[in-house]
């Protein structure tokens, strides 16, 4: 068992998420980091898609009240176990009644700790991922708070000290061309491209909100509802576009600017509030170009993990 | 006149696929008929991770993403052959509460059109409905049908806490909330009828292409 002693910002329990039900309204959640994730869940001998614990910012707390095995990944939170560092990319051997501190992070927004065996929680729809909004899947449902426990198998055994590369990270985001580019002049096109846009505040796991200086984007169409998923980057009058991401709606009537790529939504897993980045429109090929890079990276760690158990 | 003609199908992402018809000229609800049965056709295959339908466009997320360009044209070749009267949904009661505790927002409807609460709940419940789509949050149903005499412009001030269940009237557009949440529509009365349980299968009772009407509980008993 896992106690949580303090969520920091929020903490959540996340696998791949639930696909099939958008049709019905349903999110898909899920880790927005799904490579880390699977990265973590590997280093472990875990299935891909076991439950991880999903960290924003830090200044977070749990304590082991079993012996296991963890791996952490994504951005470093300064992390200790006990008083021992703890850097991402690595697995580390926990023993009963350890406490894991995380201070804040600097240079990202996520980390995500998986556990020898995956948070042990019902399926609900399919998945374990909490739905926020709904407030269903998870272990409680909901964003775990203080005093909240988690269940794990025990692992006593020994297991071997495993690291990974993360994927490199990008700044130039590259998206599928909009579909609404007769609504939307051209010249709004370009400009979304030209512009560097910064992160505002009021991004969450439904979406990241964009800012930027001198906005030319504003507009005064609406739609009929759309079908729109993570990645669907809505242009709302106010001319600030939402990249919506795991836990956005499925449906919305704004204009869509583009899609992003599916290799490069990782990325957003790790941008903060005041952080900075631009878009690129790339056709089908680079998109599916990069997606099997990405592939080529998750299949070299599990050719690199055999064996290693 | 002609629907079959001008409907677009383009390629959102390397693995969905968007069907738009909403530049139709035909009815919205004829249009959305034809999105139905569309929905059913691509269901019977297994090319799909999910098949998602909103106002007169849809959207397809591939199983295959090697299948791209192929569903693009079959799409669009289905919009074509396919018969609007193909989709037969179900028919649901919503046995309702009006008024009082259950409607607290049903005298204000009333005043705004000129109507007693009596004839508000006679133009809500003889409605038939059709269930266009679903979406906002889980079960939540958009729906067609509501008279035009009980079109209300939504709250100046939404809701911060609207009850599971409350049955509401937002500009031209009546619903039921799925779960609590914050809402701006008025609620006119209130239901037991679970629209979404995330432990059923499916988890929404309600589907896109069914129709529904409400019951007012005192002629139902």
Known sequence: MITVLKPGLLMTIQDKGRAGFRHLGVAQSGAVDRYAMTIANRLLGNNDNDAVIEITLGLAQLQFNCDTVIALIGTDMKAKLDDTPVYPGWTYTVKQGQILTFSAARNGFRAYLAVKGGIICEQVMNSRATDLAAGFGGATAAALKDNDTLSITPYSQSWPKLGALSPPKRNVIRIHPSIHANLLKQSVLDDFCVKTWQVTPQSNRMGVRLQTQSNQLTHSHSLPSLPVSPGSIQLPPNGEPIVLLNDGQTTGGYPLLGTVISADLYHFAQLKPGDSINFSYVDLATANAAQAKLDAHMQQLSIALKNKY | ?221
């Open chain 2, 1 to 221: 006149m002609n629907s079959n003609a001008t409907v677009s199908v383009v390629i959102l992402s390397s693995n969905s696929v968007h069907l738009d018809a909403t530049h139709l000229n035909d009815d919205s609800l004829i249009i959305q008929k034809r999105i139905w049965a569309l929905v059913s056709r691509c269901n019977d295959t297994n090319a799909f991770i999910d098949v998602v339908p909103a106002m007169n466009s849809l959207t397809v997320y591939l199983s295959n993403p090697a299948e791209l360009e192929k569903w693009q044209t079959t799409l669009a070749q289905w919009w074509d052959e396919i018969d609007p009267q193909q989709h037969q949904g179900t028919h649901h009661k919503i046995i309702t509460h009006y008024g009082g505790d259950f409607g607290p927002d049903l005298n204000f409807v009333a005043d705004a059109h000129g109507l007693s609460p009596k004839q508000v709940i006679e133009l809500h419940s003889s409605a038939h409905y059709q269930v266009l789509f679903l979406g906002f949050q889980p079960g939540f149903v958009y729906l067609h049908g509501l008279n035009e005499q009980l079109h209300t412009p939504r709250r100046a001030t939404p809701r911060t806490h609207v009850t599971k269940g409350s049955v509401a009237i937002g500009a031209s557009q009546t619903g039921i909330y799925p779960a609590d949440s914050p809402g701006g529509w008025h609620i006119i009365g209130h239901t037991d009828f679970t629209l979404f349980n995330c432990h059923a299968n499916p988890p929404s009772v309600i589907q896109p292409g069914d129709t529904l009407q409400f019951v007012c509980l005192e002629s139902a008993l």
